[in-house]
């Protein structure tokens, strides 16, 4: 009964993993962690999929899913999204989740990460191992009863939602402010089945929305004006009948749109936040007169929200919901 460590999951072993993973999140529902998620639990990070064997059966799992975000400064991040934290019912309680994730921590560190976030209903355990709550995003509630106020379509362009060629779609992530790195082979994953892709055309694409399966915006690009007359057809026309909108604290002028239209604002964490080697980070963002901080105030003193100190100095990132595990 003796545990295997913790290793990089083997090909033939995905099906077996995704089995599992789903039966832990997603018994009731029949969406399938490895068509939602093709990113992170896929044959292209199968080394940053982690497992844990016992009697030739895999236990627990943990995924790392490597971004490059580019900060406010035009700094940039190499960050370690951590997803699909499990074990089966039967072997919980024997510390195999501390296990397997300090063996992520120990894999970001051998490969330089700057940072590590994950999303969490459970973050005492997570805050154990160093994470922290930090940094901030917002939403807006939109629906049939405001969405009257958003500008509307123009009757010239068409609404589309099958695509082929993302390139237009990219052009139009890249002029993004706050963004991670993106090869052209990551659209189609991101912007899978599992999430309704919606864009305005007129000639070329001017905009574009991404939904998930509840209602939530994912990810826009595009004309601001546009965004939004994407988003009022869709509710106008019962394609939903509301819609949660998520935006960075720094965005290209959409949430200034809604503020100025009175839109109820609402925000929240951007996620937990873990330092991976604290030492190289305060050398790499030239921080030395806090090197004596501890790792829950060095979070907060650069990733915020709150303000700990005047010599705060905030790395303003941002990961769309796009690209959560």
């Known amino acids: 009964m003796n545990p295997e460590s913790p290793r990089r999951c083997s090909k033939d072993e995905l099906g077996e993993t995704l089995a599992m993973l789903d039966s832990i999140f997603h018994s009731t529902r029949p ?130 939602t099958s695509i082929d060629d993302y390139s237009q779609i990219r052009e139009i992530y890249e002029k993004k402010l706050l963004r991670s790195e993106r090869k052209p082979d990551d659209y189609p994953l991101l912007f899978n089945r599992q999430r309704k892709l919606f864009y305005q055309r007129n000639g070329k694409i001017t905009a574009y929305v991404l939904i998930s399966d509840e209602n939530g915006v994912l990810e826009y690009g595009g004309e601001t004006y546009a965004v939004l007359s994407i988003l009022r057809r869709l509710i106008e026309q019962k394609d939903f009948p509301s819609l949660k909108m998520f935006i960075p604290l720094q965005d290209d002028g959409l949430s200034n749109c809604l503020e100025k239209l009175n839109f109820p604002k609402s925000s929240s964490y951007m996620g937990m936040i873990r330092v991976i080697n604290q030492e190289k980070f305060l050398k790499k963002f030239g921080a030395k007169a806090v090197e004596s901080c501890s790792s829950d105030r060095l979070i907060k003193l650069f990733f915020g929200p709150e303000k700990v100190s005047d010599k705060s100095a905030p790395l303003v990132f941002y990961l769309w919901q796009t690209e959560h595990m």
């Not at 999204?81 to 921590?105: E, F, Q, W």
């Open 31 to 160: 969406r399938r962690m490895g068509k939602y998620y093709p990113y992170a639990y896929g044959d292209g990070n199968l080394d940053n999929m982690r497992i844990i064997k016992i009697n030739k059966k895999i236990v627990s799992h943990a995924a790392i899913y490597q971004r490059i975000v580019n900060t406010a400064d035009g700094l940039l991040l190499k960050i370690g999204c951590i997803g699909g934290v499990a074990t089966l019912p039967d072997y919980r309680g024997k510390g195999y989740a501390t296990i397997i994730l300090n063996d992520c921590i120990k894999k970001m560190e051998k490969e330089d990460y700057d940072i590590s976030i994950l999303w969490t209903g459970t973050p005492e355990f997570y805050r154990k191992l160093g994470w922290e709550w930090a940094g901030k995003e917002c939403w807006f509630n939109l629906n049939s009863g405001n969405v009257f106020l958003l500008p509307a379509y123009d009757k010239k362009s068409t609404l589309e």
